[in-house]
């Protein structure tokens, strides 16, 4: 069955700190791999996504770090600062098939001033 | 540029009643995809459909079902009602079908639908 294990859940970091959140895969067909951020109210936006031939990448204070024999991603929040606060949501997708993506649960992530 | 419009924001359906959902994509996105956000299981994808054809669907049962017109705008329809299909439906378009490193999807801001 496919599927992608996100955590934690919920995660409490102070303004400035580092936020980590970790995603774990099943499915070696998967290829593709994006981050979504979302606010109340609002749907997902794309963050920032990487693809399993590289083991990190970096825009502005978000960074995915790739781990393909573990089967394993996570996204890290440099400085991380009270507009931050947002639900996040990694996802799978094995790109060119058509079954959409596959989303962890979410990590409702509260940086506090 | 507008984004992709999702009519209504907000339903309130008896169960067993049957709800349409539209939503129009961004000019020039030939792709649409319908995903049921809930708390217990997160976002889940519904199906896909590309030039008025359903390119795949999720683990829903038949009550769920779609359709795309010519203009890429696309509905969702949900037939017999159930207390658990309260949920937040999104819809997202792209240039073409799925997610690549080339394109991507953008999601609407979604219809809260509550079933009473």
């Known amino acids: 069955q496919q599927q992608v294990k996100q955590s934690p859940q919920s995660l409490i970091v102070q303004k400035g700190g580092i936020s980590i959140i970790n995603c774990a895969y099943e499915n070696t067909a998967f290829d593709y791999f994006p981050w979504y951020q979302q606010f109340p109210g609002k749907g997902p936006a794309l963050l920032i996504a990487i693809r399993p031939d590289v083991s990190e990448k970096k825009e502005g204070r978000f960074t995915i770090s790739f781990n393909k024999s573990a089967k394993q991603f996570s996204l890290h929040i440099m400085d991380s600062q009270p507009g931050d606060s947002a639900t996040y949501f990694c996802?799978?997708?094995?790109?060119?098939?058509?079954?959409?993506?596959?989303f962890g649960k979410g990590t409702h992530l509260i940086i506090q001033p | 540029k507008a984004g992709v419009t999702q009519t209504p924001r907000y339903l309130i359906k008896t169960r067993g009643q049957q709800v349409t959902l539209s939503c129009s994509p961004i000019?020039?996105?030939?792709?649409v995809s319908w995903y049921q956000q809930t708390p217990g299981q997160g976002l889940q994808f519904l199906f896909e459909?590309?030039?008025?054809?359903?390119?795949n669907k999720g683990n829903f049962p038949g009550r769920f079902s779609g359709r795309q017109f010519s203009n890429s705008r696309s509905e969702m329809n949900v037939s017999t009602l159930e207390l658990g299909d309260s949920a937040l439906y999104l819809c997202?378009?792209?240039?073409?079908?799925?997610?690549?490193?080339?394109?991507?999807?953008?999601f609407g801001s979604g219809t809260r639908l509550t079933v009473v």
């Open positions: 459909y590309f030039s008025e054809t359903q390119r």
């Open positions: 996802a799978a997708i094995l790109t060119g098939g058509a079954d959409g993506l596959t």
């Open positions: 997202a378009s792209s240039l073409e079908p799925g997610v690549s490193p080339n394109y991507g999807y953008t």
């Open positions: 000019s020039g996105h030939r792709s």
